[in-house]
DNA sequence: CTTAGGG
DNA sequence: CCCTAAG
């Protein structure tokens, strides 16, 4: 019994903010059960978690008078806009003697949960730029005989770049991907269980899109009007939550999210709705499909 | 048992 | 931090 009043340690607030970055508020036992965060906040409990995210919303906001600021509020609305965006994501089936139907991959109800949807947003807002650290530091290894992950990770963290806690585990996917899209050359090592990469011919060629920032959302992309005679863009609905979930990350909880343009949050509202509708077309055309019928998205 | 909110 | 209502 002698350890209340506890003071938060820098440690302790820096583990919780990455640990809702990476699950989301409101998933406190969960932040509390990852190994990543269990060490600094083995003194806390997922009550003294919400507490300190609480405490932590309202602090900055000492400004003059009663400026209410609800950042928890505005961050979940985020979280779970990008959740039902990066949940519902329909990927055509090219396959080739296979029937042109659609794959639906969706959370919700099924295998994936809120946070790994989270992760997965966050991956797909930042993979361009990933690919542009990765080449970055290939180009200035330049190294004949390829570079490990490793190295090409150690690099990425020098460069001060901003790098989710799981982004070691994201490089090695990233770059096998890459390998297998041609982009990328593997050269393996029969001494090393890693695998070397270095850049080839079409390395520069996709250099293009490197440190492209997600597009504005611009208030009225094309609706396109599916069979189903429902009126939805999925890429609207995705480009925008994308959008705003990556000013939230980088925002980073605390005092930047209470500067969030009120105009950004207003829009993620209505925006919300939109994805909502847009989820139960995509479960009327997933189940179309499943029943041999042809669904075009455009 | 976990979370949100008020005390 | 604690206590309690609610899921």
Redesign the pocket.
């Not at 350890?3 to 938060?8: E, G």
């Given at each position: 019994m002698g350890?209340?009043?506890?003071?938060?340690t820098a440690e302790e607030e820096e583990a919780l903010l990455a640990g809702v970055r990476k699950h989301g508020?409101?998933?406190?036992?969960?932040i509390l059960r990852d190994p990543e965060f269990a060490d600094q906040l083995a003194s806390?409990s997922?009550?003294?978690l919400?507490?300190k995210w609480r405490n932590l919303s309202v602090a900055p906001g000492i400004q003059g008078s009663k400026d209410k600021i609800r950042t928890?509020r505005i961050k979940a609305a985020a979280f779970h806009l990008a959740a039902v965006a990066a949940a519902a994501t329909i990927t055509p089936t090219t396959s080739g003697n296979s029937s042109p139907v659609a794959t639906l991959h969706r959370s919700g109800s099924s295998d994936m949960s809120i946070d790994d949807s989270y992760s997965i947003v966050v991956d797909a807002k930042n993979a361009p730029r990933y690919d542009g650290m990765i080449f970055e530091a290939l180009s200035a290894l330049a190294d004949a005989n390829g570079t490990d992950v490793s190295a090409i990770f150690n690099f990425i963290e020098q460069q001060k770049h901003e790098v989710p806690p799981n982004f070691r585990r994201f490089l090695s996917s990233r770059l096998r991907r890459l390998a297998a899209q041609g982009k990328l050359e593997k050269v393996s090592h029969l001494k090393s269980t890693q695998n070397f990469y270095k850049m080839n011919d079409h390395s520069l060629g996709t250099r293009t899109i490197h440190v492209a920032r997600p597009k504005e959302v611009n208030a009225k992309p094309h609706r396109q009007t599916n069979s189903q005679g429902s009126s939805v863009s999925h890429e609207m609905v995705c480009e925008a939550s994308i959008t705003a979930a990556y000013k939230l990350v980088e925002a980073d909880s605390a005092s930047d999210v209470a500067r969030l343009a009120q105009e950004d949050v207003e829009r993620m509202i209505i925006l919300q709705g939109h994805a909502d509708e847009m989820l139960i077309a995509a479960r009327e055309m997933h189940q179309l499909c499943c029943q041999g019928n042809i669904v075009l998205l455009n």
């Open positions: 350890n209340q009043k506890l003071k938060w508020p409101g998933k406190w036992k969960n806390r997922n009550i003294d919400k507490d928890p």
